[in-house]
């Protein structure tokens, strides 16, 4: 089933951008709604923003109005831009995505390996 390459993490100050994304690889049936979590250490993984295959989004309140989640349904790709980062944005950002394979009537959930965010103040 699907793989998922996540990258576009980096150190960077206060206030800056930077846009992460993820494409999915060995697709075998359809990707439903992809997701963005999170996990700074010490503390549990938690979910970012989410986007359905018809483009509905919704987002943790912490990051609403900064963060926005869209997605190309051609290349089974999603991409998070990050605006306005704060310190406490940092942690490591994993992609995740529901892949349903019709022949085995079963979703599965797929993970990228994580890219790094540091936001320095």
């Known amino acids: 089933q699907a793989r998922l390459l996540d990258y576009g993490g980096g150190l960077v100050q206060v206030g800056e951008s930077l846009r992460l994304s993820c494409e999915a690889t060995?697709?075998?049936?359809?990707?439903?709604?992809m997701r963005w979590f999170r996990q700074a250490p010490g503390k549990q993984r938690e979910i970012v923003a989410s986007i359905t295959s018809a483009g509905n989004t919704a987002y943790l309140d912490a990051v609403k109005g900064r963060f926005t989640i869209s997605r190309d349904n051609a290349k089974n790709a999603v991409y998070l831009q990050m605006n306005s980062l704060k310190p406490e944005d940092t942690a490591r950002y994993y992609c995740?995505?529901?892949?349903?394979?019709?022949?085995?009537?079963?979703?599965?959930?797929?993970w990228g390996q994580g890219t790094q965010v540091t936001v320095n103040s």
């Open positions: 060995g697709v075998l049936g359809t990707i439903n709604d």
């Open positions: 995740n995505a529901d892949e349903y394979i019709h022949f085995r009537r079963t979703t599965y959930a797929a």
